[in-house]
């Protein structure tokens, strides 16, 4: 049986290879605990194995430094751009899951 996929954005790739970017926050995107493909979506598909260890439940507007900094972002402003980017229409009060994961090897 294969494994869910979950997906990425290109840009990320190096960042998760590297273990920069060790969380991704989802909206509306419904995400297990378990084994998972880290998919990155561009010309050539990249795809490695990895493992979603941990949900959190939270708000967008009860984000922190540390979760931005977890997600491979300089800073909370940074990962509120990315998410305006990615989801253009999400606000504060709109829940989310940081989806806690690794790649394996």
């Known amino acids: ?10 840009d990320y790739l190096d960042a998760v290879r590297t273990g920069r970017k060790t969380t ?8 297990e605990v378990g084994p998972v493909s880290l998919v990155f979506e561009s010309d050539e598909e990249v795809a490695l194995p990895g493992v979603v260890t ?3 439940e939270t708000t967008v ?7 931005a900094r977890a997600d491979g ?3 909370l402003a940074e990962l509120h751009d990315r998410l305006r980017y990615h989801y253009p229409d ?4 709109d ?4 989806v806690h994961f690794r790649p394996v090897a």
């Open 24 to 31: 991704t926050v989802r909206f509306r995107d419904p995400v």
């Open 73 to 75: 972002f300089r800073d």
């Open 1 to 10: 049986m294969n494994s869910p996929s979950l997906y990425f954005h290109p």
């Open 90 to 93: 999400i606000g504060p009060a």
């Open 95 to 98: 829940h989310i899951t940081i």
């Open 54 to 56: 941990q949900l959190a």
């Open 61 to 67: 507007g009860w984000l922190t430094e540390a979760d």
